[in-house]
Nanobody
Framework: EVQLQASGGGLVQAGGSLRLSCAAS????????IGWFRQTPGQGREGVSC????????YYSDSVKGRFKISADRANMMFYLEMNNLKPEDTAVYHC????????????????????????WGQGTQVTVSS
C-alpha cells in the first residue's frame, strides 16, 4: 500500500523558515516523481515543487523559486521541502504526492500530472505565515 505522510508545518512569522518532511512507503525509489502541492480553502491545488523520478530534476513555481528547495533521502524514502523567507501568501495546507507521470514547468507554474487513480498523496500539513 502506497502511503505518504507530510509533517513539519506550523505557525511562523513572515521571513521565517520551515522544513516539511514527507515519509513515503509502499513503492520503490524511482517509481514515482515526488511533488509538493498546496491548497487553501476555496482555491484549487497549486503545484509548488517537484522532483523527477530518477534524474533529480527539480521544478519550482515562480512564486517560490529561490525560496523553497526540494530534496530527498532516497535510501530512507524521505522527501523534504525547505521553505525560507516565508510570506503570508504561502499559508496553505501542503501535501506531498507520488506522481507516476511526473511534472513539468510551464509559464512559471509547476504542472503535476496527478491522476485520480494511480497517484497518491497524504493528509497534508498546515503552514501558517503571519505578517
Amino acid at each position: 500500500e502506497v502511503q505518504l505522510q507530510a509533517s513539519g508545518g506550523g505557525l511562523v512569522q513572515a521571513g521565517g523558515s520551515l522544513r516539511l518532511s514527507c515519509a513515503a512507503s509502499g513503492f520503490a525509489d524511482g517509481d514515482y516523481a515526488i511533488g509538493w502541492f498546496r491548497q487553501t480553502p476555496g482555491q484549487g491545488r497549486e503545484g509548488v515543487s517537484c522532483l523527477s523520478k530518477l534524474e533529480n530534476t527539480t521544478y519550482y513555481s515562480d512564486s517560490v523559486k529561490g525560496r523553497f528547495k526540494i530534496s530527498a533521502d532516497r535510501a530512507n524514502m524521505m522527501f523534504y521541502l525547505e521553505m525560507n523567507n516565508l510570506k503570508p501568501e504561502d499559508t496553505a495546507v501542503y501535501h506531498c504526492a507520488a506522481i507516476f507521470l511526473g511534472c513539468t514547468e510551464v509559464a512559471g507554474r509547476v504542472v503535476q500530472f496527478i491522476r485520480d487513480s494511480g497517484d497518491y498523496w497524504g493528509q497534508g500539513t498546515q503552514v501558517t505565515v503571519s505578517s
